[in-house]
Nanobody, 121 residues
Framework: QVQFVESGGGLVQPGGSLRLSCAAS????????MGWYRQAPGKQRELVAT???????NYADSVKGRFTISRDNAKNTVYLQMNSLKPEDTAVYYC???????????????WGQGTQVTVSS
C-alpha cells in the first residue's frame, strides 16, 4: 500500500511558475520510480516526467526545458518545478509511484488523488 500527500497546485498566469510536491508513504512496498502524469478535460492521462530512485529523469517532449523533476529518496518525496507555464499545461496532475510489493514480488503502480493546475490570464 502507498499513500500520498500532494500539494502545490493552483491558478497561475501564463509564463508563471508552480512547484508540485508529492510525499509517498509505503507499506510492504518498495518504491523505485516516481513521477507525474496529467489529464486535461476530454483527454487521456499522459506522462509529464518520471525519475528513478537513482535520479535519472525522463520528460515528455512538451515540457522539456520548462519542467524539472527531482526527488528526495529519504523522504520518498518527488517534486515538479514548472516554469514558463502555458495554458495547454492546464490539467489535473497525478503523482505516481512504481515499485514491487513485498508479499507478491510483483511490480505495481499507485496513484495520488491529483492536484489541479490552471494556467490562465
Amino acid at each position: 500500500q502507498v499513500q500520498f500527500v500532494e500539494s502545490g497546485g493552483g491558478l497561475v498566469q501564463p509564463g508563471g511558475s508552480l512547484r508540485l510536491s508529492c510525499a509517498a508513504s509505503a507499506t510492504m512496498f518498495s518504491i523505485y520510480d516516481m513521477g507525474w502524469y496529467r489529464q486535461a478535460p476530454g483527454k487521456q492521462r499522459e506522462l509529464v516526467a518520471t525519475i528513478t530512485n537513482g535520479g535519472t529523469p525522463n520528460y515528455a517532449d512538451s515540457v522539456k526545458g520548462r519542467f524539472t523533476i527531482s526527488r528526495d529518496n529519504a523522504k520518498n518525496t518527488v517534486y515538479l518545478q514548472m516554469n514558463s507555464l502555458k495554458p495547454e499545461d492546464t490539467a489535473v496532475y497525478y503523482c505516481n509511484a512504481r515499485g514491487v510489493a513485498h508479499t507478491t514480488t510483483k511490480w505495481g503502480d499507485y496513484w495520488g488523488q491529483g492536484t489541479q493546475v490552471t494556467v490562465s490570464s
